[in-house]
């Protein structure tokens, strides 16, 4: 439903907060994504055992969801273009509802993997639809912070799943595993109804009027409120036009080319493997049982806390720092894990600098790759073909992180647990050298001024100077 704008001389005080409400409810759609992504890890054990699944299964089980997102991704572009970005996290929202019972209920393999394609459908949708959502709705200030906390609640998802793993893990219950999730599912959707239509899309469907409203109420003044809708008014008279865009126009091929880069960088740098099966690499270093799953709850933990420290830093470091530093970090812990794990496991002193360096790229990525991918797809996408980009890359993303799901437990089983966190450790080297090759400074640029860098040719790593 619409939300009325605040009157003029409200504006300063009544803003800031309303921003925070709308930003932190169209991000709760990460919840969804950390949710799929945290339950699997503490399920599929049991699940595999109930079901006598064999390796490739449990590998299908795990990356079917991937499989749903991708599918997600596709069709969320004419959703969101046709319903609105908040209409299509409504019925994201449904579809995750729906996908999580019928795994929990799920009386074979195939039953199983029918509902996590669901829950990926739903998650595809969401993670196209919710960037979008915050960037059109937050100033260029703020614009990093405000799209890192979709990313905040996908590690709380995961951490919030990984809790409940371990509570139900107790007695074996990965129904219930799946089941109680639906619950904040419901929540979610509830609060989404409340959201603001984006006035992007309103100024796309010629809703001028109700555009400026919506804008009044997230801006500080009224007179920024009409310069941006200005502003988006000019942009618009390109209308969308990706597919023909994208044949015509290298600018654009450039731009859609790095935004599938960042988003194989994402997923390759590691993060899943650890995600999806975080019990299975504390089981590697020496632990058993329940201890495994602890260890798993307190890499949620500090997933959600270094989340924290990312969105703080966005937009004071900028994004090209905050990567370095992240990518930097994980090649160091991901090559001390492999040296670690290529020695015995015996003792309680080497089990334990096992979880700390985990924790530590679990730190790493949380605070970098994360969150500034999500930021930086969002931002360097012209308008004209913004959809589309965004599309191709959240496309990018869950493909990835399907190849990852659906190799771990293979290359693991092939190469052993050194050499594979070795490999990792040097994937994480080659993405430092790409970061300083293609990625650009966005920070305090505004969604308009990086267009014009890019379609006038400039590098991709410089689109962001003012």
């Not at 499989?67 to 959703?79: E, K, L, N, R, S």
């Not at 019925?91 to 009386?107: D, K, T």
């Not at 509570?167 to 089941?179: C, I, N, V």
């Not at 492999?338 to 730190?363: E, K, W, Y």
């Amino acid at each position: 439903m619409e939300n009325a704008a605040m009157p003029e001389k409200e504006a300063d005080s009544t803003v800031p907060i309303k921003v925070v409400v709308v930003g932190v409810l169209a991000a709760t759609a990460g919840l969804m994504s950390g949710l799929d992504i945290g339950v699997i890890s503490g399920a599929l054990d049991f699940l595999a055992r109930d079901f006598n699944a064999s390796t490739l299964a449990q590998e299908w089980i795990v990356s079917a969801m991937m499989a749903g997102a991708a599918v997600g991704a596709v069709g969320a572009g004419w959703i969101t273009r046709h319903t609105g970005r908040k209409w299509s996290l409504v019925f994201g929202g449904g579809v995750f509802i729906a996908g999580s019972l019928l795994c929990a209920l799920a009386w074979s393999v195939p039953v199983l993997i029918a509902g996590r394609v669901l829950m990926g459908l739903a998650i595809g949708v969401a993670a196209f639809a919710a960037p979008l959502y915050l960037s059109e709705v937050s100033d260029q200030s703020s614009r990093g912070a405000m799209i890192s906390t979709y990313q905040l609640m996908i590690t709380i998802g995961i951490f919030l799943a990984f809790l409940s793993d371990t509570f139900f893990s107790y007695h074996g219950q990965w129904r219930w595993m799946f089941g109680i999730i639906a619950i904040p599912g419901i929540v979610y959707v509830i609060g989404v109804l409340f959201l603001p239509y984006s006035p992007r899309w309103l100024m796309m469907r010629g809703r001028r009027a109700e555009a400026l409203e919506v804008l009044t109420s997230l801006r500080a003044t009224p007179q920024e409120a009409r310069a941006e809708i200005k502003a988006i008014h000019n942009q618009l008279q390109a209308r969308q036009n990706g597919w023909s865009l994208l044949r015509a126009n290298g600018n654009f091929r450039r731009s859609v080319g790095l935004g599938m880069l960042l988003q194989v960088m994402q997923q390759f740098a590691g993060i899943n493997v650890v995600m999806y099966y975080a019990p299975r690499i504390f089981q590697l270093a020496g632990f058993v049982g329940t201890a495994q799953m602890w260890c798993t709850a307190m890499i949620g933990l500090v997933n959600v806390m270094a989340t924290f420290l990312a969105i703080s830093l966005v937009d004071k470091w900028g994004r090209r720092p905050v990567l370095y530093c992240g990518f930097a970090i994980m090649v160091l812990s991901m090559a001390s894990l492999s040296l670690l794990l290529h020695g015995s496991m015996v003792d309680q002193a080497s089990r334990m600098a096992c979880v700390f360096m985990v924790m530590v790229f679990i730190v790493a990525h949380a605070m970098s790759a994360g969150p500034i991918v999500w930021v930086l797809c969002s931002e360097i996408q012209p308008m004209q073909g913004r959809d589309l980009g965004i599309m191709l890359s959240t496309l990018t993303n869950w493909i990835a992180n399907m190849i990852v799901g659906a190799s771990f437990l293979s290359v693991l089983a092939w190469l052993g647990g050194s050499a594979t966190f070795g490999m990792i450790a040097a994937l994480n080297a080659c993405f430092l050298g790409l970061t300083y090759l293609f990625v650009p400074e966005t920070k305090g640029i505004s969604l308009e001024q990086i267009e014009r860098n890019l379609m006038s040719g400039k590098k991709l790593r410089d689109i962001g100077i003012s």
